[in-house]
Structures are given as structure tokens and as C-alpha cells.
């Protein structure tokens, strides 16, 4: 159990970060899924009870911070970054509760859901305060492990409730070409404060699967932003060659 006051099982940690990354599904946990005979009948079979527990929107927009936390160079989980490379993206977050008594890391993949968790049976506090990249450390051999059970080259997918704006380090729309701005997603027709938008073609960052592909569409990049204007009859979510990788965001022009 994770915290003070009753705390939390890792069992339900690890299915709040399975709930954001299936859109806000959320599945109950079965222990037996199925069971048959001899005789190859089925003795007994779990029903499988899902439910919509958060809008699909606001579950991409918690899973667009864990993509952050390992695919910034800052980010507390970067070291899982490496995945990408072999077409596994990984998204999570590290964390610690007070005194140091527990550090974890839980994160997903487009296939499953983990966590990990470091601490003492005698909830003393953990000695070493960087539990959590403990954690990481931890969570970096168990992704290794099963890895060759992975599907390459899938993507959480973003639901047509999504549009991405870029902002900058104080939360206001700014230029892509801004130095510190990122792209991160809001909810569809809503916006960022800030100066007034015009379209443009950027790819989305958390689609591309390798370091080259990265600095390209890096939003600080020239070369990620298309600044001719969609031809007559295109909208937002179309380009004019239905490559599939790039999308229409409202994107601020510098004042």
C-alpha cells in the first residue's frame, strides 16, 4: 500500500494509469479470465465489466503529461525514452510520498500498464532520496524484459476531441518558433489566452518514433511547421495527401 491513511494498492495505481491510456475505459482487474476442462469446455469465465469513467478527452490530456515526464530531457522518466528507438512508446511518472517512505514509477505502453514500487516493510523512509529514479532504474529492466512481447510502431491514439495548441513556459499562445514553447493538447474549439491564430500544418511530437524524427518536429524547429495554407475543400484533421502523420492545429501568429 502506497501512503499514509489507508494508501493506495499498486493493483489500483496501475489501473488509474490503464484507465488514461485506453481513453477512459477503465476494466475491472480479473484474476482468472478463464477456466476449461478436460474435455476443452469452459468451466468458468470472468465477465469483463468496463465502463467510461473519464471523458476520452481529459484521459489523453493526463496521458500527454506521462508521455512528457519520459519523452522531455528533463523529464524524471527520460531514461525510458530509449524505447522509442525500437518502436515501444512509453509513457508515465515517478513519484514519492512524504519522508521518503515509498517511490515508485508507473507507466504504460499502447499494450500495457505497471508499476513499480520501492519501500520497507517497516515504512521507514528509503535512505537514498532519488527512490523514485530508483524506480525508474527497476522499471527500465522489467520494459527490457518483456519487450520482445511487444507490438513495434503502435501510438496511443488521440481522439477527434483534441486540438493542439503551442504555449509558452507562462501558459500563453505563442509561436512555435518561440524559444520554450511546446505543443500540448486542449480540448476541441477551446484555446490557450493569447494572440490570434491562423492554420498551419505541424506534425504531432509524440508520433514520431526516432531521434532524427524528433528534432524535426521539435515545435523550436523550422522545419516541423508547413506555413502554406490548406487547399480549398481540407479541414482541420486533413492534409491535402492523406499522409497520416500530419494534422491541422490552431497554432498563434508572433504580434
Not at 517512505?101 to 532520496?129: H, M, N, Q
Request: hydrophobic residues 35%; proline residues 8%.
Amino acid at each position: 500500500v502506497i501512503g499514509g491513511g489507508g494508501g493506495v494498492t499498486l493493483l489500483v495505481l496501475t489501473n488509474v494509469y490503464a484507465t488514461a491510456a485506453a481513453g477512459g475505459l477503465h476494466a475491472e482487474p480479473r484474476v482468472i479470465e478463464r477456466i476449461v476442462n478436460r474435455d476443452g469446455g469452459t468451466a468458468y469465465e470472468d465477465e469483463l465489466y468496463i465502463r467510461q469513467v473519464w471523458s476520452a478527452t481529459v484521459a489523453y490530456q493526463l496521458l500527454s503529461m506521462e508521455l512528457g515526464v519520459v519523452q522531455h530531457p528533463a523529464g524524471t522518466g527520460h531514461r525510458l525514452a530509449k524505447y522509442a528507438k525500437d518502436g515501444i512508446r512509453v509513457a508515465g511518472k515517478t513519484g514519492t510520498t512524504g519522508d521518503y517512505k515509498d517511490a515508485y514509477f508507473c507507466g504504460v505502453t499502447p499494450e500495457i500498464a505497471f508499476c513499480v514500487w520501492l519501500g520497507r516493510d517497516s515504512d521507514d523512509p528509503i535512505s537514498d532520496k532519488q527512490g523514485s529514479g530508483l524506480a525508474v532504474d527497476v522499471a527500465d529492466r522489467l520494459l527490457g524484459a518483456v519487450k520482445p512481447l511487444l507490438t513495434p510502431n503502435l501510438e496511443f491514439p488521440v481522439p477527434p476531441t483534441i486540438e493542439f495548441h503551442s504555449v509558452g513556459m507562462d501558459g500563453v499562445a505563442t509561436s512555435t518558433a518561440t524559444p520554450g514553447a511546446t505543443v500540448q493538447p486542449f480540448p476541441k474549439g477551446r484555446r490557450p489566452p493569447g494572440a490570434p491564430y491562423d492554420l498551419v500544418v505541424l506534425r504531432h511530437i509524440s508520433q514520431d518514433m526516432t531521434e532524427e524524427g524528433a528534432a524535426a518536429n521539435d515545435p523550436r524547429s523550422d522545419d516541423s511547421i508547413a506555413t502554406e495554407e490548406p487547399s480549398v475543400g481540407t479541414t482541420p484533421g486533413e492534409s491535402d495527401e492523406d499522409e497520416g502523420d500530419e494534422i491541422w492545429i490552431p497554432v498563434p501568429e508572433p504580434r
